[in-house]
């Protein structure tokens, strides 16, 4: 369970739609919050004209901090009602956004980031690709994405069951954020109801030519590259309801789909299924290729409107057998061939 929240505001409205999500966790889970504001030392911004004083800098650095201060004191009052019984604590650190907040939550011992999109930092745009994903890149715990809403967020008041996809690739790593969506489904619904959906997206490169063998080994590989993949799927769903055993909240569904295109597929496929959520962990490696890896995550991040939850599997992590893939090496396919 997520006892101790940390949320980044960056002083504009639209960040502040992470707030009640937050306090719903929080509340949930008896935990509590820690509201960062990042201020951008002065001699970072880049001013034209010329170089800094000596005692500029220090003068300038008091009143943004001092400015923060203002802003979160009087955004925690403005959010009381959210709030109501929630511990809440403020903290204030300088340096580049993306690498404070990762400090920032091991420094607070946090145990969830959560931040919105399309926020303000200052005098620049909270450049959404950049600063969440290099959160969600380096963060050493699970982090929230939210896009902004103009009312109540989906996240916010769930009375239904909570519909995730997951993305799995067939690896260890891939499934650590199995973990993290559990706890987070049974945080953010009152009954603890939800369905994972477990998606696995198989690359199977296709077989140029014009040979009628060719096409048959294109479609044989594919075939038992659906079979493998469902095999494996099956397996998690089997073990995560064993693990689940004592409580029947969590139901799954599963589904394999052939397609080059990953982040497209997964995006495509949470969308079409209605689900409230996607759930991936980064760096994830497949039998074939890294599935998950950083340019893939940055790709839904940066073009999905549903909220995300992205783990980064601690390191050093033991990886397990990967799912076998029918295109692995030159022995499988010739074996492949050796059916015609």
Sequence with gaps: MFQRI???????????????VAAHLARVAQGSIVFLRVVVPGH????????????????????????????????????RDDLSGIKTETAIETGATASTIVSAVRFVHGDLIVLCSHGDTGLKGWVFNSIAVQAARHSPV???????HDAVHPLEQLVQPLHVLVPLDGSVLAETALTSVTQLVTALTPTG??????????????LNGSMRDLARVDALARQHAIREAQMYLDTVVQRLQEA???????SFTTSVILSPDIAGTI???AEARHCDLIA??????????RLLMGSITERIIGHTT???????????????????????????????????
């Design 44 to 79: 970072e911004i880049g001013l034209y004209g010329a170089g800094p004083e000596v005692e500029a800098i220090p003068t300038l650095l008091e009143t943004q901090c001092a400015e923060a201060d203002a802003y979160l004191s009087s955004t925690v009052t403005a959010f």
């Design 267 to 269: 995006i495509e496929q």
């Design 244 to 250: 689940n055993q004592a409580s029947s909240q969590l």
């Design 306 to 340: 549903l909220p995300l939850l992205v783990t980064r599997p601690p390191k050093p992590i033991v990886e397990q057998k990967q799912v076998h893939d029918p295109l692995e090496n030159e022995q499988e396919l010739s074996s492949w061939v050796g059916l015609l």
């Design 280 to 289: 991936l962990a980064t760096h994830g490696r497949g039998a074939l290729m």
């Design 193 to 206: 109801t939800g369905v994972l959906h477990l998606l696995r997206v198989v690359d199977v490169p296709v």
């Design 142 to 148: 699970p982090v929230l994405i939210l896009n902004e």
């Design 6 to 20: 940390l949320v980044p505001l960056d002083g504009s409205h639209r960040a502040e739609h992470a707030i009640p």
